[in-house]
């Protein structure tokens, strides 16, 4: 290898961070949602104390209403913080990935000098358009990601669920129906096939698998534009 090419400039270079970025992308909301999930806890606890000291001071009197009836309004919002929190969040989350898969492509055209990028792909949405970009036009093969982005396709299908039909799930999906009762934080009610994200590790689960994904599909680009 002559000095010329030892020194030649990686024009993927931009590529080489990702990790850091991804990290200084997610990990906020990862604390965000221990520090959120800690006061729901904290709230439900002062509701219990305040149920349990209301049942005790009037326990033999029966011309005072009931600490459910008191507290009634309180136990209903507060069984449903953790959902509202949840599936806002994960609508953040999912938006936070489609927009760094969308920039690792423009990076890629910007490096290859490519007049199309991915906004000039026929597709039904981003994440379409960044991998038939990367496959298509990059000519980068992915397919050794395929069980990764059968995973992604999942999260996008929970995606336009909460976002456009209210958690609702069609009940014909049933390969989306497995992967929900399959994964751990979150559930399907059967009687109506509509989600819930009942628990933020489903959310950080998610947040590692775009991670791992969008640091992969780099690695694979840089190897096959032999730029490792």
């Given amino acids: 290898m002559s000095i010329r090419e030892l020194f030649k400039p990686n024009k993927y270079w931009v590529l080489n961070n990702l990790e850091m970025r991804y990290d200084f992308k997610f990990d906020p909301i990862v604390a965000y949602l221990d520090n959120t999930q800690e006061m ?13 000291e209301w049942n ?6 029966t011309e005072v209403p ?4 008191i507290f009634e309004t309180e136990i209903l919002n507060s069984s449903e913080f953790p959902i509202i929190m949840n599936h806002s969040i994960y609508l953040t989350i999912y938006s936070i990935f489609e927009k760094e898969f969308f920039n690792l492509c423009m990076w890629c055209q910007s490096a290859e000098n490519l007049k199309i990028g991915p906004k000039d792909i026929k597709e039904r949405n981003y994440l379409g358009q960044c991998h038939k970009f990367i496959t298509l036009v990059l000519e980068v093969e992915l397919t050794q990601l395929d069980n990764q982005w059968t995973t992604i396709n999942k999260f996008q299908q929970i995606r336009n669920a ?8 069609k009940p014909t999906n049933s390969e989306l129906i497995t992967f929900i009762n399959d994964s751990d934080g979150i559930s399907i009610d059967e009687r109506n096939t509509t989600l ?7 959310l950080k689960y998610m947040i ?7 640091l992969d599909t780099s690695n694979v680009i840089q190897t096959a534009k032999g730029n490792t």
């Fill in 196 to 202: 819930e994200i009942k628990s933020i590790e489903f």
């Fill in 162 to 169: 909460i976002a456009h039909n209210n958690g609702a799930v």
């Fill in 208 to 214: 590692q698998q775009f991670s791992n994904f969008l």
């Fill in 40 to 52: 729901i806890h904290k709230q439900e606890r002062e509701l219990s104390e305040k149920y349990e």
């Fill in 66 to 69: 009931e600490a459910y009836d």
């Fill in 56 to 61: 005790k001071e009037h326990q033999h009197d």
